[in-house]
T-cell receptor
Framework: DGGITQSPKYLFRKEGQNVTLSCEQN?????MYWYRQDPGQGLRLIYY???????QKGDIAEGYSVSREKKESFPLTVTSAQKNPTAFYLC???????????FGSGTQLSVL | GQQVMQIPQYQHVQEGEDFTTYCNSS?????IQWYKQRPGGHPVFLIQ?????EVKKQKRLTFQFGEAKKNSSLHITATQTTDVGTYFC??????????FGAGTILRVKS
C-alpha cells in the first residue's frame, strides 16, 4: 500500500544498544500503530497513537518507546530493555475509527 | 483479556480445493476486517464486515459475519497458487485498538 514508508528495511542491533525504526505517512491519517510479527505468528500491538502528542501502550509495550510529535511521523525505539527484539516490525495508519489499516513494508530487526 | 482467535493455524490444499479460515472473538465486535499477507510482504486489507449476518463476496472469496457479531469466516472456492499467504482477521477491541488473530497460513500444491 502506498503512503506508509518504513525505514530501514533491515536493521541490526548490538547488545545494549537502542535503535529507532522510522515510520512516515502521507495519507493524512490521524491514527498510527506499531505491530510486531514473529515468524509464523500473528501481529501483536506494541503502541498506537490516535492523535499528535498522544499515544497508548498496546499488548507488548515493555522495552519499546514511541513519540508522535508530528501527524506524519511515528518512530519506534527498541530499547536495550527489550531482550528479544528480533522480529518483523510493521507500522500502519488509519483514518477516523474502525477503518482499514494501511501498512508499511516493514523493518526486519535482528540482533548481532 | 479480550482476544481474537483464529483457526486453523495452517492449511495445505491441492490447487482447486476449497479453503476456509475461522475467526472468533471473546466479545461482540462492531466490525471485523480481513487481511492477506503474501510471503515476505505486508498485510493488505481485503474487506470489512459491519452488519450482523453479513455476507460479502469478492470473486472466489466469501466473507461472513456471524449473527452475534462474535465470529467470522473467509472461504476461498477452488484455490489457486496466487491465493498462497497468511490470512488474518482483526477486530476493534477497546476503541481504535485493532487486535489481530494469529492468522491462517495457506499453502497451495499445484
Amino acid at each position: 500500500d502506498g503512503g506508509i514508508t518504513q525505514s530501514p528495511k533491515y536493521l541490526f542491533r548490538k547488545e545494549g544498544q537502542n535503535v529507532t525504526l522510522s515510520c512516515e505517512q502521507n495519507l493524512n491519517h490521524d491514527a498510527m500503530y506499531w505491530y510486531r510479527q514473529d515468524p509464523g505468528q500473528g501481529l501483536r500491538l506494541i503502541y498506537y497513537s490516535q492523535i499528535v502528542n498522544d499515544f497508548q501502550k498496546g499488548d507488548i509495550a515493555e522495552g519499546y518507546s514511541v513519540s508522535r510529535e508530528k501527524k506524519e511521523s511515528f518512530p519506534l525505539t527498541v530499547t536495550s530493555a527489550q531482550k528479544n527484539p528480533t522480529a518483523f516490525y510493521l507500522c500502519a495508519a488509519t483514518g477516523t475509527g474502525n477503518e482499514k489499516l494501511f501498512f508499511g513494508s516493514g523493518t526486519q530487526l535482528s540482533v548481532l | 483479556g479480550q482476544q481474537v482467535m483464529q483457526i486453523p493455524q495452517y492449511q495445505h490444499v491441492q490447487e482447486g480445493e476449497d479453503f476456509t479460515t475461522y475467526c472468533n472473538s471473546s466479545t461482540t465486535l462492531s466490525n471485523i476486517q480481513w487481511y492477506k499477507q503474501r510471503p515476505g510482504g505486508h498485510p493488505v486489507f481485503l474487506i470489512q464486515l459491519v452488519k450482523s449476518g453479513e455476507v460479502k463476496k469478492q470473486k472466489r472469496l466469501t466473507f461472513q459475519f456471524g449473527e452475534a457479531k462474535k465470529n467470522s469466516s473467509l472461504h476461498i472456492t477452488a484455490t489457486q497458487t496466487t491465493d498462497v499467504g497468511t490470512y488474518f482477521c482483526a477486530g476493534p477491541l477497546g476503541g481504535n485498538k485493532l487486535v489481530f488473530g494469529a492468522g491462517t497460513i495457506l499453502r497451495v500444491k499445484s
